[in-house]
C-alpha cells in the first residue's frame, strides 16, 4: 500500500488497483520465484531454508524501514549501518563488560540508536547541507569511533539468551519475523492515522508548501532521522540475536539492501511517499533472490551483479508502469 | 586589491594555509618527516587518491553523483591484471582496453541517467553493485599477481623522492584545469552544473554533457585503477572498495557544492594533499588506523560548516 502526502480516498477498484499496482506486481514477481525456485530445487521450500530466509528477510525489512523514513522526507540516509554496528557493539560492552542486565543493555542500544540519528537530523536541519554529504560524513565518523573506542574485538560472551532467541522456531519461522511485521504495523499506524505522519510526508512532498502551511518541517526531518537511526539499532539487535556476538564488521553490507527493499517497494526518492507493504515485500524479494541462487549454488560472487541489475529493471518498470498508468489516466502517484 | 586581499578571498587559501601549518608542525616534531624516504611515500599515495578524487569531482560538475567510482576501478583493474597475466597482453594494449572499460562503464551510468531521467543516486548505487558482482564472479576474489616487472617497477621506482607513479596524474590535473578552464566542452560541464535549465536555454546540450561527465568520470575510475594496481604490484579485486569516502572527501573540502557548477581542480589537489599530509603525521605518530575514518568523517563536516559560514557572510555583507 502506497501512503503519500495527498493520498486520499479513491473511489472504484480499479483505481485502487492502480494504486497498488506496485505492491501487487511485485507480490507476483515473488511467488514466481517463489514457483521457480521450488520446481528447480525442493530443498528450497525445506523447513530449514524456510526458518533461514524468515531470519534473513526479517532483518532486511527493518533494514528497509530505517531508510524508508528518511526517503519519505526525500532525504536518505548513508549512516545506516554505522548506526547499527555501533548500537550492536554498545550492547556487547555494555553486556560483556559492564555485566549490565539484557533488557537495560539493549535498551541503551536502542537509545543510542535514535541519538545518533538525531545528530544526523540536526546537522543535515542546521546546516542547510544535504543529506548525502552530512551522512557520508557521520558514517564514517561513526564508524572510525566505534573502532577506536572498541579496538575492533568482538564481544563473544553475551548472555546465551541472546543466541537462544535467534535460534528459537516456530515451526518454521523465527520470531524475528514477528518483531518485524511488528514494526511494521506500527509505521503503517504511524504514517496512516498520526498527525506526526502526515507531517512528514507532507515535508518530503513539498517542504515549502508545508512550511507555509504550518509543519515544523525542519523539526519533522529531523524526528525521521531519530527514527531511522532507532530502526537501524533494532535490525543490528536483530543480528545480533543471530550471529550470538557483538561484531564490528555488521552493518557495512547494510547499504544496498537498505535501499532495495523500499524502492523496489515503490517508495520515493523524492519524498512524500512511503509503502511499508511495499518495502516489506522488496525485502522478501531480495532475500527470496539470495536464497534461491544459494540453492541452486549459482554462488555468492554473482550474488551483486544480479542485485544491481534487479534494482535497475525495478526502477525502469516503475517509470514505465508510471508513463503507462498516466496515459490511460488511471491513479496519478504523487 | 592587494595581494593579500587576493590570496583571502581565493576558496582554497584556508586549504593552503592548513597544510603550511601542518607541514611545519610535522617537520619539527618528527625527525622522519622530511626523509627522502617518507616524502616518496606520501607522494605515492597521493597518486590514486587524487586521480580518484578528480573521478567524483566531474560528476558534481554537472549537479550529480558516482557512487559506482570504486566499483568501476575495482573491475578495471582485474581487467587489465588478468590481460597481462592470463592473455600475456602487452602492457599498454591492456591499459588502453582498461581505459576503454572505465569509459563504457561511465558511459552506461551517463545514459541510464538521461535517458530514464532516474536520480543518478540510485543508477550508480546499481550499476556499482553489477561492477563488483561482475569483478568477484570472474575472479571469485582472487587477485592476479604475476604483472610485467616492467609495469610493477614503474609503481615502486623513484627519482630521489619523486616516484615516477606521480607523472600520470599531474598530467591529468593539468589536463582537466586546461579542459574545463579552455575548451568549449569544458565551459559547458561547468554551465551544465551551475544552472541546466538556463544552459539548456542558451543551446547547451545538456544530455549529452552530463553523459560526458559520467564517461570522463569513469576514465578516471580507470586511471585510478590502473595506477592503484601499479602501486600494489598486483591486481587485487578489492581495490575501489574504500574509494567512496575519500572520493566525495577531497572535491568536498575543496569547496565543491553538491549541487553542481562549481569545482576547483586546484582546490580538489590540496584537499588530497591535507588528507595525504594528515594520514601521514597520523602513521609518524602511530595512532591507531581507525583514526584516519573517523579524521576524514569530521573532515568533511567541517569544510562543509566553513563553506556554510562563508555563505552567510557574503550573503550578510
Not at chain 1, 532486511?60 to 524501514?65: L, P, T
Not at chain 1, 523496489?264 to 527470496?288: D, F, Q
Not at chain 1, 539470495?290 to 554462488?299: A, C, F, K, M, Y
Not at chain 2, 591492456?94 to 563504457?104: D, E, P
Request: hydrophobic fraction near 60%; proline fraction near 4%.
Amino acid at each position: 500500500m502506497t501512503l503519500s502526502a495527498s493520498a486520499h480516498d479513491r473511489p472504484g477498484l480499479g483505481a485502487w488497483v492502480a494504486e497498488q499496482s506496485g505492491a501487487i506486481g511485485l507480490a507476483a514477481i515473488v511467488i514466481l520465484l517463489w514457483i521457480v525456485f521450488m520446481s528447480l530445487a525442493p530443498g528450497f521450500v525445506s523447513s530449514f531454508n524456510l526458518f533461514a530466509i524468515s531470519r534473513s528477510v526479517a532483518v532486511d525489512i527493518v533494514i528497509g524501514f530505517s531508510t524508508m523514513v528518511v526517503l519519505a522526507t526525500g532525504g536518505m540516509n548513508l549512516a545506516i549501518g554505522a548506526i547499527g554496528v555501533c548500537s550492536v557493539m554498545l550492547a556487547g560492552y555494555l553486556m560483556q563488560v559492564q555485566g549490565w542486565p539484557m533488557a537495560t543493555a539493549l535498551a541503551a542500544a536502542l537509545f543510542l540508536g535514535g541519538l545518533l540519528g538525531w545528530i544526523n537530523g540536526f546537522a543535515i536541519v542546521r546546516s542547510g547541507v544535504n543529506a548525502f554529504i552530512i551522512t557520508l560524513a557521520t558514517a564514517s565518523l561513526f564508524m572510525g569511533g566505534m573502532l577506536i573506542l572498541t579496538k575492533a574485538i568482538i564481544y563473544n560472551g553475551v548472555p546465551p539468551e541472546i543466541a537462544a532467541f535467534g535460534r528459537l522456531r516456530w515451526n518454521f519461522v523465527s520470531p524475528l519475523l514477528l518483531i518485524a511485521i511488528v514494526i511494521g504495523a506500527a509505521l503503517i499506524v504511524l504514517f496512516r492515522f498520526t498527525t506526526l505522519g502526515r507531517e512528514i510526508l507532507a515535508a518530503g512532498a513539498n517542504a515549502r508548501a508545508a512550511e507555509l502551511s504550518g509543519v515544523p518541517v525542519g523539526r519533522v526531518i529531523i524526528i525521521a532521522h531519530t527514527l531511522s537511526g532507532l530502526l537501524a539499532a533494532s535490525a543490528g539487535l536483530m543480528l545480533l540475536t543471530r550471529l550470538g556476538a557483538a561484531m564490528p564488521s555488521i552493518g557495512q553490507d547494510w547499504l544496498l539492501p537498505s535501499f532495495l527493499a523500499p524502492v523496489l517497494g515503490g517508495t520515493l526518492l523524492s519524498g512524500g511517499a512511503v509503502s511499508i507493504v511495499g518495502a516489506a515485500l522488496g525485502a522478501l524479494l531480495v532475500a527470496t533472490i539470495r536464497s534461491g541462487l544459494l540453492i541452486l549454488q549459482v554462488g555468492n560472487f554473482w550474488l551483486q551483479l544480479f542485485l544491481g541489475v534487479m534494482l535497475l529493471l525495478a526502477v525502469l518498470l516503475d517509470r514505465y508502469r508510471n508513463v503507462y498508468a498516466e496515459r490511460r489516466g488511471l491513479g496519478r502517484r504523487t | 586589491v592587494s595581494f593579500r586581499q587576493r590570496v583571502l578571498s581565493t576558496e582554497w587559501s584556508a586549504l593552503a594555509v592548513a597544510i603550511l601549518i601542518g607541514f611545519s608542525i610535522l617537520s619539527l616534531l618528527s625527525p622522519a618527516f622530511l626523509t627522502e624516504f617518507n616524502l616518496y611515500v606520501m607522494l605515492r599515495s597521493f597518486c590514486v587518491v587524487l586521480v580518484v578524487a578528480f573521478a567524483q569531482m566531474l560528476t558534481l560538475a554537472v549537479g550529480q553523483l558516482n557512487l559506482s567510482i570504486g566499483a568501476l576501478g575495482g573491475l578495471v583493474a582485474i581487467a587489465v591484471g588478468g590481460m597481462m597475466e592470463k592473455f600475456g597482453l602487452p602492457v599498454g594494449l591492456a591499459i588502453l582496453i582498461g581505459v576503454l572499460i572505465g569509459v563504457a562503464g561511465g558511459l552506461v551510468n551517463g545514459l541510464l541517467t538521461v535517458r530514464t531521467g532516474i536520480n543518478g543516486f540510485i543508477i550508480t548505487l546499481a550499476t556499482a553493485s553489477a561492477f563488483e558482482g561482475v569483478n568477484l564472479g570472474i575472479t571469485r576474489s582472487i587477485p592476479f599477481y604475476n604483472l610485467p616487472p616492467g609495469f610493477v617497477a614503474f609503481g615502486t621506482e623513484r627519482f630521489f623522492a619523486m616516484p615516477y607513479l606521480l607523472i600520470p596524474p599531474v598530467i591529468v590535473a593539468i589536463a582537466l584545469g586546461f579542459f574545463l578552464a579552455r575548451t568549449v566542452p569544458g565551459r559547458y560541464l561547468l554551465a551544465v552544473g551551475g544552472n541546466a535549465q538556463a544552459a539548456e536555454l542558451s543551446g547547451i546540450p545538456r544530455d549529452r554533457i552530463i553523459i560526458l561527465a559520467h564517461a570522463l568520470s569513469g576514465l578516471l575510475a580507470a586511471v585510478g585503477a590502473i595506477l592503484a594496481v601499479a602501486q600494489l604490484g598486483s591486481a587485487q579485486p578489492t581495490i575501489g572498495a574504500d574509494w567512496l569516502i575519500i572520493s566525495f572527501a577531497a572535491p568536498i573540502i575543496g569547496g565543491a557544492a553538491l549541487t553542481g557548477g562549481h569545482i576547483s581542480v586546484a582546490a580538489t589537489a590540496l584537499a588530497v594533499v591535507l588528507i595525504v599530509l594528515i594520514q601521514n603525521g597520523m602513521v609518524l605518530a602511530q595512532v591507531d588506523p581507525y583514526w584516519v575514518e573517523f579524521m576524514l568523517g569530521a573532515l568533511i563536516l567541517a569544510a562543509v560548516g566553513l563553506n556554510r559560514l562563508r555563505a552567510i557572510r557574503a550573503g550578510a555583507a
